[in-house]
């Protein structure tokens, strides 16, 4: 099953099951609010905004272990997302990427695809590509500008 057996808390406190992404392209990012890559929201809400209608889902997950960067609550997490860059792709409620804590979704995604730090989330700003039958594809570095993933969102979709 993978992907498709977690589940994560909405913002508003509501639980998703994966499953309802099934058969849809999927970006899952760690993100925070004060980091140097917190411009990525911009490139990451112009790509949902154009591929959505295609199939592409954007599930944002905000995180406080970089240096702090995410110190908000989550209601002030959602509102500085909506307000500073216009986010209208789901953010979910704010979470430890590494540790003990990490919740079993990311544990996955992580299993499934290591980077240069292996499992561990090296920084805010890693994304997961996952495909239509729920596979990870590709892990993306914290540095990786969501336009350079295009042509491989384009070619699941």
Not at 41 to 66: R, S, T, V, W
Not at 115 to 120: A, L, M, Q, R, S
Not at 139 to 149: D, E, I, L, N, S
Request: charged share 30%; aromatic share 12%; hydrophobic share 35%.
């Amino acid at each position: 099953m993978g992907f498709y057996q977690y589940s994560a808390r909405r913002m508003n406190g509501k639980i998703v099951n994966m499953e309802e992404f099934r058969g849809k392209v999927v970006l899952v990012v760690n993100t925070a609010s004060k980091c140097g890559l917190t411009p990525q929201y911009e490139e990451l809400e112009a790509i949902y905004k154009e591929y959505k209608d295609q199939g592409l889902e954007i599930i944002g997950f905000p995180c406080n272990q970089f240096a702090k960067q995410e110190k908000g609550s989550n209601k002030e997490i959602q509102e500085f997302c909506k307000l500073n860059y216009g986010v209208t792709f789901t953010m979910f409620e704010k979470i430890e990427v590494n540790g003990e804590h990490t919740p079993p979704l990311y544990q996955f995604l992580k299993d499934e695809k290591k980077g240069i730090c292996g499992k561990n989330i090296k920084w805010n700003f890693t994304k997961f590509l996952i495909d239509r039958n729920g596979n990870v594809v590709h892990r993306y570095a914290p540095v990786t500008k969501p336009f350079k993933m295009k042509k491989a969102i384009e070619k699941l979709l």
